[in-house]
């Protein structure tokens, strides 16, 4: 029986002409790629790749059964938006996609706020790294990705590849600034410093490498050549595990003040180093071209015509405190 996964396969190793970089792009291993690859030319009952071509190319039947996929996924996952979209419309919902950290420190305020204003809705989030959201984008199932971005365009471009968001409509939704953070010595100053020298070494606390977050921190140390040395004895995909690492006193990471400005304020985490090491990050929303359900339509006109306070009309919501305003002046008492 034919799989729809080895059409994929042959379409991204036809793209790239490579089976290591293919096999990186399906999120496989280049075992398990080959093997894919193999049961559908035994499906085909001929070879579909030229193995001694250097890259890779494909072979008269490859390119012929290349040219159907195509069309035929494509076909088929038209239908499945179209289906998609029928359903949504009749759920009145509104679905998105976006990295987990803001579905913990964005979303449960900004989903209080759609609801007071836009009446009865079927909210959805759905947590994945960068490209996942992008390709659930790219699939239609779901109406928006919300994702950080960074000024130099280091988070865009860590993917390695082109993601379904670039070029589509956004907007500003909010902001969001990573700070290089450490526990304090007994003295108050950072435990981990980054102002040693490139001769010294200090612990970095790392996102791993599928994290969005680490491409913009990865992208500045590329930058910096003042720094110290980083050594890596850790890494997390998710912002938490950092800060929990960095509140254990086990190395300097750079993590969100939306996360951590309880900790700031407390003295249980200090900045280290310049304070241009900070990475400024704006909260974007992305829009397919393509029509969307009534209520993800109504959103998206109230934010482009009447402006994010649109959504967030009366301030704050309740429970939300002004600890965060004061985040930068606990940062400048603690230099």
């Excluded at 499945?80 to 990295?99: G, H, K, M, V, Y």
């Excluded at 836009?118 to 994945?128: K, N, Y």
């Excluded at 902001?175 to 010595?185: F, H, Q, V």
């Amino acid at each position: 029986m034919l799989d729809i996964r080895w059409l994929e396969d042959l379409i991204v190793v036809a793209e790239t002409r490579n089976i290591t970089r293919a096999a990186e792009l399906r999120n496989v291993t280049q075992s398990g790629l080959s093997r894919r690859i193999q049961s559908l030319e035994h499906w085909v009952g001929a070879p579909l790749i030229d193995r001694r071509r250097t890259p890779l190319g494909l072979t008269d039947a490859g390119q012929k059964l290349l040219d159907v996929a195509n069309e035929a996924l494509g076909r088929l996952n038209g239908v499945r938006r179209t289906i998609r979209e029928d359903q949504n419309e009749l759920l009145r919902s509104i679905r998105f996609a976006a990295p987990h950290v803001l579905s913990v420190t964005f979303f449960p305020r900004w989903i209080s706020a759609i609801q007071a204003r836009l009446g009865s809705s079927r909210l959805s989030i759905t947590s994945d790294n960068l490209p996942g959201c992008a390709s659930l984008f790219e699939d239609g199932a779901v109406d928006f990705v919300v994702c950080l971005v960074d000024s130099d365009g280091a988070i865009l471009r860590g993917a390695g590849r082109q993601l379904a968001i670039e070029g589509c409509a956004s907007i500003s939704i909010g902001k969001e600034r990573l700070i290089p953070l450490s526990a304090p010595a007994a003295d108050g100053s950072p435990l981990h410093r980054l102002d040693l020298g490139p001769r010294l070494s200090t612990s970095y606390l790392a996102y791993s490498r599928e994290c969005s977050l680490g491409w913009a921190v990865e992208g500045l140390i590329v930058r910096r050549s003042d720094l110290a040395q980083l050594q890596s004895p850790y890494e997390n995909s998710l912002a938490d595990g950092l800060r929990t690492m960095a509140l254990a006193g086990l190395g300097v990471a750079w993590l969100p003040l939306t996360t951590t400005h309880n900790d700031i304020i407390r003295g249980k985490l200090v900045r280290t180093g310049d304070p241009l090491l900070a990475i400024d990050l704006d909260i974007r929303l992305y829009r397919p071209a393509r029509k969307l359900p009534t209520k993800a339509e109504e959103l998206w006109k109230r934010l482009t015509t009447d402006g994010i306070g649109a959504v967030f009309a009366t301030g704050p919501l309740p429970g939300e405190s002004a600890t965060a305003l004061h985040i930068e002046d606990a940062l400048s008492l603690q230099k």
